[in-house]
């Protein structure tokens, strides 16, 4: 990564990642689910790299969550062979999913529809290859999967083991509690997300499937969940960085959040009381999700250098790679404020999406085990 450094300060825009603020995070899910105990399955999709994974990794964990199969063969390559893929399942994937059976990865695969568990069969037949499955549960409506009453759950079920694959139980994703407004909605969607795979794994059971395990998982129901009964695993990426999103549900605070990207001031657009910075959408990404929220963060949220909040300053808007800076009351900002070159910190408003902008992390904070610069991995 030499091409991004000068003068050993890496060229803005850049990732930095605060290993001090990632390792409370962490510390603080592991706890958590410690106290619940059921162990964490992270979701690996958020971070893409192997340093960061064996730190999400606790030592209950049963293995790793992907959501691509080039996270899988990168990750598998790195020594991880307990891996759910937690996509419901292309079929014009499985020869590629067969290679990585064939070369000691029995990826789990998620299943959410019987068609797709007809064309699992065929292709398990064609290529010799006895794929292991979860059932995706639709605790929602919000995605795919089967509803927990569903009879086509069952169809599905017996359309995998009479392939000679093994139905290894239930998922589901609670994308609905990324809607939530205050605590107690995020309990109610982590007891519906419970209440949905535990009825549709007893289902399972009583209809002779073994349906051994039963996984639920996302940021918000993981920090908000109080029982985790009849659940063998959670799954969850976003609290590893944290982002603005997740601050306004509540999951978090801003001084949470260990991801930001880095920039420079170009310069003031007098006339309307805005300053530019060097990072624009491809820095911080489109992701607007915080304008769903109580407090819309446009683009992100400004800090100084060294990481405190500058209340009153958000990305109002961005282009390629120009970000503006503006007063959140609308008011201009005045020349004095800032200088051209000074650097910032953008906090992101989703850390997935921002975190997939960028080569790697520069690593900033007390804990800096293992060099400056931890590379990401890109692709499907
Ligand atoms: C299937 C599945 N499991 C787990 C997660 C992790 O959720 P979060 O990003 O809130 O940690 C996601 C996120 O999209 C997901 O799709």
């Known amino acids: 990564m030499s091409s991004t450094v000068i003068d050993d300060k890496p060229v803005t825009p850049c990732l930095l990642l605060d290993v001090d603020r990632m390792t409370r995070n962490?510390?603080?899910?592991?706890?958590?689910?410690?106290?619940?105990?059921?162990p964490l399955r992270p979701h690996v999709k958020t971070c893409k790299s192997i340093e960061i994974a064996r730190r999400m990794m606790a030592s209950d964990s049963p293995g790793i969550t992907v959501s691509t199969l080039a996270e899988a063969e990168y990750f598998f390559g790195h020594g991880i062979d307990d891996q759910l893929y937690a996509v419901g399942i292309a079929p014009g994937k499985l020869d590629r999913i067969a290679r990585l059976y064939r070369n000691g990865l029995a990826l789990k695969l998620t299943l959410d529809n019987s068609d797709a568990a007809g064309r699992l069969g065929e292709a398990a037949a064609r290529l010799d290859c006895a794929f292991s499955v979860l059932l995706e549960i639709d605790a929602d409506g919000q995605r795919g999967g089967f509803r927990p009453d569903d009879p086509a759950l069952l169809e599905a079920a017996g359309l995998v083991t009479d392939a000679g694959c093994g139905v290894l139980g239930v998922m589901t994703h609670m994308g609905a509690s990324y809607d939530c407004r205050d605590a107690r909605c995020l309990e109610r969607a982590a007891e519906r997300e419970r209440d949905a795979v535990v009825s549709a794994a007893d289902r399972l059971r009583t209809a002779g499937f073994e349906a051994p395990v039963?996984?639920?998982?996302?940021?918000?129901?993981?920090?908000?969940?109080?029982n985790l009964e009849g659940v063998t695993e959670v799954r969850a990426g976003t609290h590893v960085f944290m982002d603005l999103f997740m601050a306004g549900l509540g999951v978090c605070t801003t001084d949470d959040i260990a991801i930001s990207v880095l920039t420079e001031i170009i310069g003031y657009r007098g006339n309307a009381g805005e300053w530019l910075v060097d990072a624009g959408w491809m820095a911080l990404s489109r992701d607007r999700g915080t304008a769903s929220q109580t407090v819309d963060c446009g683009y992100g949220l400004v800090c100084q250098e060294s990481g405190e909040v500058i209340e009153d300053i958000f990305v109002r808007a961005t282009s390629q790679e120009h970000g503006i800076l503006a007063r959140r009351d609308g008011e201009p900002i005045t020349p004095d404020r800032f200088q051209v070159g000074q650097r910032l910190r953008i906090l992101p408003n989703h850390a997935c999406a921002t975190a997939a902008?960028?080569?790697?992390?520069?690593?900033?904070?007390e804990d800096l085990a293992g060099g400056r610069f931890w590379p990401r991995m890109h692709g499907w």
């Open 214 to 226: 039963v996984s639920v998982g996302s940021t918000p129901t993981a920090t908000f969940v109080r």
């Open 26 to 38: 962490i510390q603080t899910l592991e706890a958590r689910l410690k106290d619940l105990g059921t």
């Open 357 to 365: 902008q960028h080569a790697g992390y520069w690593l900033v904070g």
